[in-house]
């Protein structure tokens, strides 16, 4: 290789270095910034893939490197082993590497099993306080949130006390969707004539970037939210202050709200009708034939 | 005597190996009919859960008249194979009358069938009214939907056989049009199974 | 009702393109239609085309046909990836890009669906048709016409799909097309129809090749090709094949029942009536899932060739690999949840898959292994599918862990459909079945055209691809890490994700100057090919096509090899027994236009399908019928070539019959 190019290449690599590194100090990684048990779970499980992984990687790219430096033509260093084509069938090494990564993924395995059974998003938390209750509709484009024990509801803000389990029931009266906050835990999809479940809960207070995860339609990308995390006190104080002060969430402004619109912003209701119950039934009228049946998935009481 | 024509057993290697390349090819292009199917058996089973208030299976169809339609699917399925058999013996009048038989038979079946359709569509129960009636529509129609491609292809060889008599290639056809045809005979046994008789119980 | 929408269906003036953007689009197409067919008349070429290429059974032209299909496809779907990129890099806070919601939504899902169907099957393909069946010491396929049918089916997928630049839109919800979203009542134009029916009718070519494909190998490898005698690329093509018998009627059947849903207005998969979505998924992953394998086997069998020829060693490990591909094909039907995690299935089912997936890692571990064993101890020669091998090795090594990672289910339920996974998939496709393919291509051209490809072009088009890869898809690791889902046409500007895309962006701009530079390539190539011209083995081949000319004739061998060894070609070189078995008569087929004819009734029957023009319908599928009725009664199908024909032939182009 010219001098000239190895110059290059080294130079490129180091700006490429450097450029990642005043990009990192800048930003939060979400995923890999938790702020609450479940995407701490979460992230160990990504971590500790990767280290088992790379204890494939580091012999495979070592090998590359040795091995197509070493036995290019030209080099006559290393011993070339065209006579020997027709015998020794090298069993040693295919022994190994069968075996090493087969014992890698048996840990892989047995952590797959532990960690989806821990990590179930329908598994309840245990927190400072009882679990508060959130229902979500998934809506074309915005998400709202009604809090049944409240009384209240609120549009593309969620907020609750840190330290508090939150337990959501989640359907959607808009095609499929997936509701993903990456610092406090993963995504769950969210179909419309069913229900579905996450818990969450938040470590530390905090605004949290929530998103949607599945495509559902013109404004999807607008389908951003505000998962808050707050002290008790000041999650009591704003239910109370959207209590005095909000329109009530009612059939009639409920459709209203479900008409197609993009970036919506916060808006609050209360009193709230069950408009949860009557949006997972409205796909279930008689007449036309039910799915009851879908094996695996849990539906609500 | 005069309606004998003996077929041609003095086939080359070359022949031969061509013979068994597109019996091959047609049994493997089965598979995947099979696998077609059990997609649809499949879709059936996940969409024909408890209805509620629409209608289910036991409400849509009569055992006996379903029974009738089996045994005369199977009669033509029999009559196909005294066909093939005639074949082999050379009797083109025999082959002729066998293939038409299976013919007449397959095409009742398909007439039952659309007689089916057509009772459940003036009652309301059309394939767009429920998840179960789309599933149970397309599953029985697809395969009604071969038989009719496979009477088509029956005409076909039907008339090729009368130009030709028992040339090679016109054997070669009527033996996987057998293959076709009992193969259908086997996807309607689970239909009729999987469909109608667990459905009624 | 009324005698108009019963002719025009759903057409109408509305449905040409609203924007600027589409307009170039279309008009770029019709542009190239036109010049093209003007070149083409102003040669005279009609009646040459028709005779020589447009009617051929032969699989090495109908191999170049599916080449230039899958290049001309890969235009289209690397600008739509250009003008993805664009928008995500300049779509930020108040500025909305250079593109509407509603039509980057057309685009990627048109990206996605182009590069799968079109680009990648059409390589495959190609690749198969020209060295399968010399590299089993054949003559032709199995079934000769169905192989010219299959690939006009694929043509007139790919026409109907590119219709929708002119006609009408094209489906906004993605590359699979999940309801509710496909429903009509969410997608009521006919968007999701083109998708439905440009993939229904080039997956029927697809299927028809996979058994034409399957049956070939098993019934007409040449006397003395025992099984564990086969090369390793016609057993990663029968793997795939066999993949491709079991998984592409599941996706028959998944497309139909959305058409009728969305015709008929039956309830498989809506939301409410009794529909069930998760069985969409399901079933559409069912094949899904087998398709990436069906794309990357033969990928991974091109560098079975490409690695033991380029280190003048055999290859390490033959019965491993073979049972490893055979453990790919096994294992990937045992996988397909691992796409759908987060629907909620429970976490018995969601550990089971996850296990599987991992467990899928092994085999394709194995085989890495092997290449790099093969590299060991031999004397490689870095030409660029050596090249194309190594970037292969690093970036897919990588992505594979990035895959591993999201088996966890836990991990996926963080990074399902996350520019992570985006930049996982990428990794995978771009790196093994591209990169697989372009290697492949490069080693095979001179077979075929009896030239190299120039190898300055062919250097650099390889580093501006892996380079660019790695600048297009490494940021968005970063950014599916950082929440980034994938589809987005807009974001908020206080999420800093702006310079990662802008980063992409210019990866994305170098991968087009490497295919510009594979372009140069081309007519670099040509222009050369007088310096350039090789005999029947430029490489030190190890497999029985090097054993014929560069090209070969049209009846591939003059006298058919006797195989007696594995690498039976390097095996007669270095043992000094002959290769070549006796002058025979055999029967060539006769070209025939049957196939393109059916295939334009088919494309005219999609066409009618999506625009409900029920008349056309008819027409086409009557039109198909009776061609092929008529194809199958002539008897006149095949033409006798005598062993002395052969004999003068080959004399004729001062071929002795010792030197094959």
Redesign the interface.
């Known amino acids: 290789m010219k001098r000239s190019s190895v110059f290059l290449v080294i130079a490129g690599a180091v700006a490429l270095v450097l450029g990642i590194a005043i990009?990192l100090h800048?930003?939060?990684?979400?995923?890999?910034d938790p702020a609450g048990p479940v995407?701490l779970?979460?992230?160990n499980?990504?971590l500790i893939?990767?280290f088992l992984?790379?204890l494939?990687?580091v012999p495979?790219?070592v090998?590359?490197g040795v091995?197509?430096w070493r036995?290019?033509?030209g080099s006559h260093a290393?011993?070339?082993?065209?006579h020997s084509?027709w015998d020794h069938?090298?069993w040693i090494?295919?022994l190994i590497?069968?075996i090493i990564?087969?014992a890698i993924?048996f840990v892989?395995?047995i952590?797959?099993?532990n960690?989806?059974?821990?990590?179930?998003?329908?598994k309840p938390l245990q927190g400072d306080a009882p679990a508060i209750t959130v229902d979500v509709v998934a809506l074309d484009w915005k998400w709202l949130f009604i809090y049944p024990a409240q009384g209240i509801a609120t549009v593309n803000l969620v907020e609750f006390p840190a330290g508090t389990p939150i337990h959501f029931y989640l359907t959607a009266d808009a095609?499929?969707n997936?509701f993903?906050v990456?610092?406090l835990?993963?995504?769950?999809?969210v179909?419309?004539?069913m229900t579905?479940q996450l818990n969450l809960l938040a470590s530390r207070n905090g605004d949290f970037?929530g998103?949607?995860?599945?495509?559902?339609?013109?404004?999807?990308?607008?389908m951003?939210f505000t998962a808050r995390a707050v002290s008790q006190s000041e999650f009591d104080q704003w239910v109370a202050s959207i209590k005095t002060s909000s329109a009530p969430l009612t059939q009639a402004s409920y459709s209203e709200l479900a008409a197609p619109s993009e970036y919506n912003p916060v808006t609050y209701y209360a009193p709230v009708d069950d408009v949860f119950s009557a949006t997972v039934m409205?796909?279930?009228?008689p007449g036309?034939?039910?799915?009851e049946s879908?094996s695996?998935?849990?539906m609500t009481q | 005597m005069t309606d004998h024509q003996h077929t041609d057993v003095t086939l080359s290697h070359?022949d031969r190996?061509a013979d068994?390349?597109t019996l091959?090819?047609f049994w493997?292009?089965l598979?995947?009919?099979l696998?077609?199917f059990a997609?649809?058996f499949?879709?059936f089973a996940?969409?024909r859960g408890p209805?509620f208030g629409?209608a289910s299976i036991q409400n849509i169809f009569s055992l006996p008249f379903v029974l009738f339609e089996t045994i005369v699917l199977l009669t033509s399925s029999f009559a196909c194979g005294l066909a093939l058999l005639a074949a082999r013996e050379g009797k083109v009048k025999g082959t002729i009358f066998w293939l038409c038989t299976t013919f007449v038979l397959g095409a009742l079946f398909v007439g039952m069938e659309v007689h089916e359709f057509a009772g459940l569509v003036a009652q309301g129960l059309g394939?767009?009214?429920?998840?179960?009636?789309?599933?149970y529509?397309?599953l029985v129609g697809t395969h009604g939907l071969h038989v009719t491609i496979g009477l088509l292809w029956l005409i076909?060889l039907i008339v090729?056989i009368l130009k030709r008599g028992f040339s090679r290639?016109n054997m070669r056809k009527l033996a996987l049009f057998a293959i076709f045809w009992h193969f259908l005979d086997i996807i309607w046994i689970f239909i009729f199974i999987i469909v109608y008789l667990t459905g009624s119980l | 009702m009324n005698w108009q929408e019963f002719i025009f269906g759903r057409l109408s003036w509305s449905v040409l393109p609203q924007n600027a953007i589409a307009w170039g689009g279309a008009i770029f197409m019709i542009a190239c239609i036109l010049i093209l067919v003007g070149v083409i008349t102003s040669f005279g070429a009609w009646r040459w085309l028709w005779r020589e290429w447009l009617t051929s059974l032969d699989p090495k032209k109908i191999g170049v046909m599916y080449l230039i299909v899958a290049g001309v496809m890969l235009v289209r779907g690397g600008t739509d990836a250009l003008l993805l990129r664009t928008q995500q890099a300049t779509s930020v806070g108040n500025s909305f890009g250079i593109l509407s919601?509603?039509h980057f939504?057309e685009i990627f899902s048109a990206h996605g669906s182009i590069m799968i169907f079109f680009v990648a099957m059409g390589l495959m393909f190609g690749l198969i048709n020209l060295v399968l069946p010399l590299q089993i010491g054949s003559r032709d396929v199995?079934?000769p016409f169905l192989n010219s049918l299959s690939f006009w089916l694929f043509c007139a997928g790919a026409a109907l799909i590119n219709c929708s630049l002119l006609l009408g839109d094209f489906s906004?919800?993605?590359w699979l097309a999940?309801?509710?979203?496909s429903e009509l009542v969410?997608s009521p134009t006919t968007g999701v129809d083109y998708w439905i029916w440009s993939l229904q009718i080039g997956g029927l070519g697809s299927?028809l090749s996979?058994?034409?494909f399957?049956?070939t190998i098993?019934?007409?490898r040449v006397k003395g090709m025992t099984w564990m005698r086969l090369p390793v690329f016609s057993w990663s093509v029968l793997g795939s094949m066999s993949l491709v018998?079991?998984a592409?009627?599941?996706l028959?059947?998944?497309l139909t029942?959305l058409y009728?849903?969305r015709t008929?207005?039956?309830?498989?998969f809506?939301?409410?009536?009794?529909?069930?979505?998760?069985?969409y998924v399901n079933?559409i992953w069912a094949w899904g899932h087998p398709e990436v394998y069906i794309l990357i086997l033969p990928a991974f069998g091109v560098f079975s060739e490409i690695v033991p020829v380029f280190?003048?060693?055999?290859l390490?490990?033959y019965?491993?690999m073979v049972y490893a591909i055979w453990g790919i094909v096994g294992l990937s039907f045992l996988v397909w949840l691992h796409h759908?995690f987060?629907?909620?299935?429970?976490?018995?089912?969601?550990?089971f898959f996850?296990?599987m997936t991992?467990?899928i890692?092994?085999p394709t571990?194995?085989k890495?292994?092997?290449w790099?064993?093969t590299?060991?101890?031999?004397?490689?020669?870095?030409t660029s599918p050596m090249l194309w091998f190594?970037g292969f090795?690093?970036l897919f090594?990588?992505g594979g862990?990035a895959g591993?990672?999201m088996?966890?289910?836990?991990?996926?339920?963080?990074?399902?459909?996350?520019l992570f996974l985006v930049a996982h998939f990428h990794t995978m496709i771009v790196s093994g079945v591209l990169f697989g393919y372009f290697a492949g291509l490069t080693y095979w051209f001179p077979k075929f055209f009896g030239f190299t490809l120039d190898e300055k072009w062919g250097k650099r088009a390889f580093w501006f691809w892996f380079l660019g890869f790695i600048l297009a898809f490494g940021p968005l690791y970063?950014l599916?890490?950082?929440?980034a889902?994938r589809?987005?046409?807009?974001?908020?500007a206080a999420?800093?994700w702006q310079?990662?895309f802008a980063v992409a962006g210019v990866g994305a701009g170098m991968i087009a100057i490497g295919f510009c530079c594979q372009m140069a390539q081309i007519v670099a190539s040509f222009r050369k090919r007088h310096e350039n011209r090789v005999g029947n083995d430029p490489w030190g081949g190890r497999t029985l096509e090097w054993a014929t000319s560069s090209p070969p004739p049209s009846y591939n061998f003059a006298q058919l090899p006797l195989v007696h060894a594995r690498d039976a070609f390097w095996a007669s070189k270095h043992s000094g027994v002959p290769l070549e078995g006796q002058f025979e008569d055999f029967?060539m087929p006769k070209n025939t236009g049957a196939g393109i004819i059916i295939a334009g009734f088919i494309f005219l029957l999609g066409f009618a399908a999506v625009w409900h023009l029920w008349w056309l319908l008819v027409l086409g599928f009557l039109g198909a019928v009776v061609t092929l009725?008529i194809h199958?009664?002539n008897?006149d199908t095949e033409h006798l070539v005598t062993a002395s024909e052969v004999m003068h032939l080959e004399a004729g182009l001062r071929r002795t019959p010792s030197t094959i």
């Open positions: 990009y800048n930003t939060t990684i979400a995923v890999l995407a779970g979460e992230k499980v990504i893939t990767l992984c790379a494939v990687v495979v790219f090998m590359l091995f197509a036995y290019r033509e290393a011993r070339y082993e065209h084509e069938y090298n090494a295919e590497w069968w990564p087969s993924i892989l395995a952590i797959a099993w960690s989806s059974h821990a990590l179930d998003p329908y095609p499929m997936s993903w990456p610092q835990g993963g995504q769950i999809m179909m419309p004539g579905t970037n998103f949607s995860g599945n495509i559902s339609g013109e404004g999807f990308a607008g951003t409205k796909y279930m009228t036309s034939a039910m799915m879908m695996g998935m849990q | 070359e190996a068994s390349t091959f090819g493997t292009y598979m995947t009919d696998v077609l997609s649809l499949a879709v996940v969409l209805q629409g394939p767009s009214q429920s998840g179960f009636l789309s599933a529509f397309t076909v090729a290639g | 919601a509603t939504q199995a079934f906004t919800a993605g999940y309801p509710p979203l969410y299927l996979g058994v034409n399957l049956v098993v019934k007409m018998v079991f592409f009627p599941i028959t059947v998944t029942l009728l849903d008929a207005g039956m309830h498989f809506t939301a409410g009536g009794g529909g069930n979505m998760m069985m079933l280190s003048s060693k055999k390490a490990g019965t491993s759908f987060t629907m909620g299935a429970g976490s018995d089912v969601n550990a996850g296990i991992a467990v890692a092994v571990g194995v890495i292994f092997n790099l064993f590299m060991y101890r031999g004397r490689i020669r870095f190594i090795v690093i090594t990588l862990v591993v990672v088996a966890e289910p836990p991990a996926d339920y963080e990074l399902h459909n996350s970063l599916g890490l950082e929440g889902t589809r987005l046409d807009h974001y908020s999420l800093g310079p990662l029967s009725l199958a009664f008897d």
